[in-house]
C-alpha cells in the first residue's frame, strides 16, 4: 500500500506562472488535506476536500490559489501567478472516512521556489 | 479556536541524554493531541498521539508524552536520545468534532550531539 505521493518534489517558477501540485492520498483514503509550511514556521492549514467537495477552504488565500478532489484522479493545489512569497513547503495529508484528522497520513511535500 | 505554543525553537542535547520537548496548547474545547516528526526534506510522520483514555502515551522508539488538562501541556519526553532522532518535532491540536483540521505549533528543531 503505497504512501501519500506528491508531485513534483521540487518546483521551480518564475513569477507570474502557475504552479499545479498533485497529491495522490492512499488507497481507500476519501479525505485530503494541504497544508504550507514556510521556512521556520510550522505547518498552517489551507484547505479540505473530499471527492468532489470542498469542505474547509477558510486557510486559503482568497486570491490565486484553488483546489480540487475530483472523482477521479489526484488532488489539485493549483496557484495563479505565483509571487516570492508563496515560495515554501506544500504538504497533503489524507485519511480515511471517519476517521477524520485522527489518523492522518502526509506526503513529502512539494518544494516550490519562485525566482 | 485552538493554538498550540512550542517554546523551545532549539534543543540541543548530548547522546543518551534524556530530553523532553515543551509543548502548550489552547482550546475552548476538548483536544485531540499529536506529535509528528519530520527528517530533513521528509514529510511528516505521526510519532503519538492522545485521543482519549490514558494520559500517558507511547511510541515504538521510546517516546512518551503525557496529557496534562489542568497545565493545557502535552510534553514529549525520551529517557535517552540516538543520533537517529535529531529531526524536527511538531505538536499539533485539533478536536473530535468532525473535520477539524490539526492545527501545529512551530516546531523544535533537536540535535543530538554525540
Known amino acids: 500500500n503505497a504512501g501519500v505521493m506528491q508531485n513534483p518534489r521540487h518546483l521551480v517558477r518564475r513569477r507570474g506562472q502557475e504552479a499545479r501540485l498533485r497529491c495522490s492520498p492512499m488507497k481507500g483514503h476519501s479525505h485530503v488535506y494541504w497544508y504550507r509550511q514556510l521556512p521556520e514556521e510550522g505547518l498552517k492549514f489551507m484547505v479540505y476536500l473530499q471527492k468532489e467537495n470542498i469542505i474547509d477552504e477558510s486557510g486559503m488565500p482568497k486570491e490565486r490559489f484553488s483546489a480540487e478532489f475530483p472523482k477521479e484522479g489526484p488532488s489539485i493545489l493549483r496557484i495563479q501567478q505565483v509571487v516570492r512569497g508563496d515560495s515554501a513547503a506544500y504538504f497533503c495529508?489524507?485519511?480515511?472516512?471517519?476517521?477524520?484528522?485522527?489518523?492522518?497520513?502526509f506526503g513529502q511535500g512539494t518544494r516550490l521556489t519562485v525566482v | 479556536a485552538q493554538s498550540v505554543t512550542q517554546l523551545d525553537s532549539q534543543v540541543p542535547v548530548f547522546e543518551e541524554a534524556p530530553v523532553e520537548l515543551r509543548c502548550n496548547y489552547s482550546?475552548?474545547?476538548?483536544?485531540?493531541l499529536f506529535w509528528y516528526v519530520q527528517y530533513p526534506n521528509q514529510g511528516l510522520q505521526l510519532l503519538l498521539k492522545y485521543l482519549s483514555g490514558s494520559t500517558l502515551v507511547e511510541s515504538i522508539n521510546g517516546f512518551e508524552a503525557e496529557f496534562n488538562k489542568s497545565q493545557t501541556s502535552f510534553h514529549l519526553r525520551k529517557p535517552s536520545v540516538h543520533i537517529s532522532d535529531t529531526a524536527e518535532y511538531f505538536c499539533a491540536v485539533s478536536s473530535p468534532r468532525e473535520n477539524t483540521p490539526l492545527v501545529f505549533g512551530k516546531g523544535t528543531r533537536l540535535s543530538v550531539i554525540a
Open positions: 482550546s475552548s474545547v476538548s483536544v485531540y
Open positions: 495529508a489524507s485519511s480515511p472516512p471517519n476517521r477524520g484528522n485522527t489518523e492522518a497520513f
